[in-house]
């Protein structure tokens, strides 16, 4: 099994800044795939940005240029760095973990874009 903890969302203008976190329960290089998601008001959680074991990477298009995910191996933790924000960026951001082919999720952190 995989826990996750995230932390790191909040209130922020727009054009602002937040990093995102993502603590796992085990060594993020026992885990295939740590990504995020997202999910707004009455639409469907949708893809932000994920990294795989082997580094690699996979951003959605309406992400690419503006957010970055990375790792830290030595806190199992994964990051989500988010510039220019905007409003349509508000949403409860979800940790999402792929082990042993079964899906984990982090509890959600809500992220505010607004003036």
Known sequence: QVQLAE?????????GS??????????????????WYRQAPGKQRELVAVKY???STNYADFVKGRFIISRDSDE??????MN??????TAVY???AVYNFI?????????TVSS
């Open 76 to 81: 199992n933790t994964v990051y989500l760095q």
């Open 7 to 15: 932390s790191g969302g909040g209130l922020v203008q727009p054009g």
């Open 18 to 35: 937040l990093r995102l976190s993502c603590a796992a329960s085990r060594s993020i290089f026992s885990i295939n795939r740590m990504g």
């Open 53 to 55: 074991r082997s580094g």
């Open 84 to 89: 220019s924000l905007k409003p349509e960026d």
């Open 94 to 96: 979800y940790c999402n």
């Open 103 to 111: 899906d984990y999720w982090g509890q959600g952190t809500q992220v």
